[in-house]
DNA sequence: ATCCAATATCGGAGTTTCCCGATATATAGA
DNA sequence: TCTATATATCGGGAAACTCCGATATTGGAT
């Protein structure tokens, strides 16, 4: 858990509201083909948030390489939800030394 | 509470360090001339964080205007403390919404 | 094999961040 | 007034970040 890399990959709000939306899928990606408990494909966040194909691609990624993701690539897709487990972490960590 | 230029404020680790260090005060800057009432002063970072004087200046002007902490300028020296309320609104907020 | 769809990666332009030394400002003290 | 100290601001170079379109890759379908 690398507070550091995991702050980072916070300072930009299109990822924080990549995760927000992550929190309740069936909220905000309803229209999704596939069912919500296999995650939320890529093209889903670049549908709601304007940003091009390989832009959201790179952010998903850096959510990725900070653990605040996880990916399950099946087939072509790539369904992505949050880890729960580094969020509590982090958050708990913040918590106790900010 | 903009919370996205907090985030974007503790997106560095020597801003995140120095709120830390101020958590502690007596800890971390026992070597204060003044007391440790009135806050810490700038230098006591610069001699701790290997930092140009201009730079952390920047870095404390950072945390500033994001709010995460508060100054008392008393003569020419300027006494830096946490702020509290926006920290514990901060911490709360990214609880709830992350 | 070929085509299409989904995602990842590359290359590059524009912007922001980070750092420094130099300079400006403001106060304190002799 | 002159000097020293503390902090802020300026200017610029280097690095990182953000975004895009183009291309590569992967898998499914025909």
Redesign the pocket.
């Known amino acids: 858990m690398d507070k550091t890399e995991i702050l980072?990959a916070l300072?930009?709000p299109?990822?924080v509201e990549f995760l927000e939306w992550m929190k309740e899928p069936e909220r905000h990606f309803c229209d999704q083909?596939h069912p919500l408990e296999m995650g939320i494909?890529?093209?889903?966040f670049?549908k709601r948030c304007?940003?091009?194909?390989?832009?959201?691609?790179?952010?998903?990624?850096?959510l990725?390489k900070a653990r605040l993701v996880k990916?399950d690539?099946?087939?072509?897709?790539?369904?992505y939800h949050r880890d729960e487990k580094t969020i509590a972490a982090f958050l708990d960590d913040l918590r106790s030394t900010l």
Chains 1, 2 share one sequence.
């Open positions: 980072k300072a930009h299109v990822r083909a494909c890529a093209s889903q670049e304007g940003l091009s194909q390989s832009t959201v691609s790179a952010h998903l990624s850096t990725e990916i690539r099946v087939g072509q897709w790539a369904f």
